[in-house]
């Protein structure tokens, strides 16, 4: 971008057709199959503050699997936003109701940008009172551990713009390929 703005090269960037990258949790394992754990993640996440250490703030947030620009996008989804209060008292809950305190894996592969990343969501769930550790393979055994549901949580990229329609495989509760075992009728 600077050397475009000095003239010295030429640049064009698109928004279109990028993968989403997320969090992905498996629902049908503890501690993400209670919704109170599922909460105190979301409200204690800070992906604008990801993104600006980690990207600069280049890349355009989205806030679904389907980013700006996708068929499938909704300006707002209702998701929540960053309240470190509220994951506090989800965690203090979860916690009261569990007997033990809320704790996770978070899964992804050893390249140092995404270990940084996974750096980032362990020291925003730290600030909420939520323990995370790190579990680093390779990108094959990852994709291998979320066919098989042998996670808790994981970072994950997916779902380049494309219709909607063509995304069901990834949602759908009987798919092989529906990682974060979401089961809703």
């Known amino acids: 971008r600077d050397e475009a703005a000095a003239g010295r090269a030429d640049l ?37 503050e ?3 250490i980690r ?19 909704l300006k707002d989804n209702g998701f929540p936003k960053p309240n470190l209060a ?11 109701k569990h007997g033990q305190k ?10 140092p940008d995404t270990l940084a990343i996974a750096q ?8 909420a009172g939520i323990d995370v550790s790190i579990r680093t393979v390779d990108q094959s055994t990852l994709i291998n551990e979320a066919l098989a549901g042998n ?11 494309s219709d909607p329609d063509a995304q069901y495989v990834w949602w759908h509760s009987g798919s092989p390929v529906n990682f974060g075992r979401i089961n809703d009728p």
């Open 151 to 161: 996670f808790q949580s994981m970072g994950f990229r997916n779902h380049a713009q």
């Open 102 to 111: 809320l704790a996770f894996e978070y899964l992804t592969n050893p390249e």
């Open 50 to 52: 990801v993104n600006q």
């Open 55 to 73: 990207n600069r703030s280049i890349p355009q947030l989205a806030n679904s699997p389907f980013g700006p620009g996708s068929m499938g996008y």
């Open 12 to 48: 064009f960037e698109s928004k279109r057709g990028g993968e989403v990258a997320y969090m992905m949790l498996n629902t049908a394992k503890a501690p993400f199959d209670d919704p109170i754990a599922r909460q105190a993640v979301a409200y204690g996440r800070n992906v604008a």
């Open 86 to 96: 509220k994951a506090k008292k989800l965690a203090a809950e979860y916690e009261a």
């Open 120 to 127: 980032l969501v362990k020291e925003q769930a730290a600030r």
